[in-house]
């Protein structure tokens, strides 16, 4: 597996969106599938936010990606997060997620941010394992969601 920028393999955008509208789409049901590409299509750069990763089979198959934007849907005062890390869900349970994560932080440090924030109504403890800590329980439209916060080395 490498982890590549989205703009460095764009020809993958389309296949992510999907992923990310069937994983998240329940988290703000009015984002439509296009306001998704949109968003990933902002995100085709490396040198500022925001930025997308994209994990690449051996073979040169998409097979997860991550963003990290300047704000999400909650806590406007926290930047930036992490967001949107989706793994194919035959690829789950092999590290995928955990090297965009980690690869993400990076980054954010490359960037110059002293931390990288997340939210996850439900992989708290994966998070957890990769050194993110919990600062804030809170809910998003009825879901209980854990605010999550890691250090970076900047």
């Known amino acids: 597996m490498r982890i590549k920028y989205l703009m460095d393999c764009d020809e993958h955008l389309e296949v992510i969106a999907d992923w990310q509208q069937t994983e998240f789409g329940y ?51 926290l930047t930036p997060w992490l967001s949107a890390v989706v793994v194919r869900p035959e690829f789950r349970g092999k590290g995928c997620a955990s090297a965009l994560a980690l690869t993400a932080l990076t980054e954010a440090a490359g960037l110059g941010f002293k931390a990288l924030h997340l939210f996850t109504p439900r992989n708290e403890s994966l998070y957890r394992r990769l050194g993110w800590e919990t600062i804030e329980r809170s809910n998003h439209n009825g879901l209980p969601i854990a605010i999550m916060s890691r250090r970076t080395s900047a």
Not at 27 to 34: A, C, F, G, I, Q
Not at 47 to 52: A, H, N
């Open 27 to 77: 988290l703000n049901p009015s984002v439509t599938l296009e306001q998704r590409r949109q968003r990933l299509r902002e995100s085709l750069q490396r040198e500022s936010l925001p930025l997308t990763i994209v994990a690449i089979s051996e073979e040169g198959h998409a097979i997860g990606a991550a963003s990290i934007l300047p704000k999400t849907i909650t806590h406007a005062h």
